[in-house]
């Protein structure tokens, strides 16, 4: 079956570095999306990776290895307003998003 | 960016009558949109799939009878819940994207309170 994992709720500190881990098990592979969700908003997009590698885009950053299904989203310089849940999908070879259930961030000052 | 609209923000209905959410793409041609169900403090849940022109496609679960997805056009999704519940009350969420290969762009999000 398709699957993805990620932490529940992680906490970290304002001005910290913090690293959400995602692993997939998808009927093939189109890419991975990050998305961020604001309590009783719309999720956001942050970050879309198909190659293996890093993507640094400001103080977020997205890494995925396709070989071990697994992918973090690196959030530097933590700020008050980055508490919200971070959202890991899948696209699967349907080009159909498989949804982790988010990981919620607390950010503590 | 892509701009996904969605109307209503919110509405609350009594039980038994209907509710049309229209999500329209502002900026760019959709040919896929869905149609996402979230409950509080749970991740997204897809009820159905829209490409323009075609009937949608509905995740296992979900009554098609009951929520009625209509994709008119390369800008505009509406999702139709008929005859809601208390039950129903949710977050609707749309997205929209151009292609297979875009990210999806979310509306803002409806919320649902059946009394």
């Known amino acids: 079956g398709q699957n993805i994992d990620q932490p529940t709720e992680m906490t970290a500190t304002e001005g910290a570095i913090v690293q959400i881990n995602c692993t997939y098990q998808?009927?093939?592979?189109?890419?991975l999306f990050w998305y961020q969700q604001h309590a009783g908003e719309a999720p956001t997009f942050l970050s879309y990776n198909v190659l293996d590698g890093l993507e640094e885009k400001g103080r977020f950053s997205s890494f995925l290895s396709r070989s071990k299904g697994y992918s973090y989203l690196l959030l530097k310089e933590l700020q008050m307003k980055d508490s919200a849940s971070y959202l890991c999908?899948?696209?699967?070879?349907?080009?159909?998003?498989?949804w982790g259930a988010g990981t919620k961030l607390i950010i503590k000052p | 960016g892509a701009v996904v609209s969605q109307h209503p923000s919110w509405v609350i209905c009594k039980s038994g009558t209907s509710v049309k959410i229209e999500c329209r793409s502002l900026?760019?041609?959709?040919?896929?949109m869905f149609w996402y169900r979230q409950f509080p403090k749970q991740s997204l849940m897809l009820m159905a799939t829209s490409n323009e022109g075609s009937k949608a496609t509905y995740e296992q679960g979900v009554e098609k009878d009951k929520f009625l997805i209509n994709h008119a056009s390369l800008t505009l999704s509406t999702l139709t819940v008929t005859s809601a519940h208390p039950e129903d009350s949710s977050f609707y969420i749309c997205?929209?994207?151009?292609?297979?290969?875009?990210?999806?762009?979310f509306g803002p999000g409806t919320r649902l309170t059946v009394l």
């Open positions: 997205s929209a994207r151009e292609t297979e290969f875009n990210e999806q762009f």
């Open positions: 998808t009927s093939g592979f189109n890419g």
């Open positions: 999908a899948a696209l699967d070879s349907n080009y159909q998003l498989i």
């Open positions: 900026d760019f041609q959709a040919t896929t």
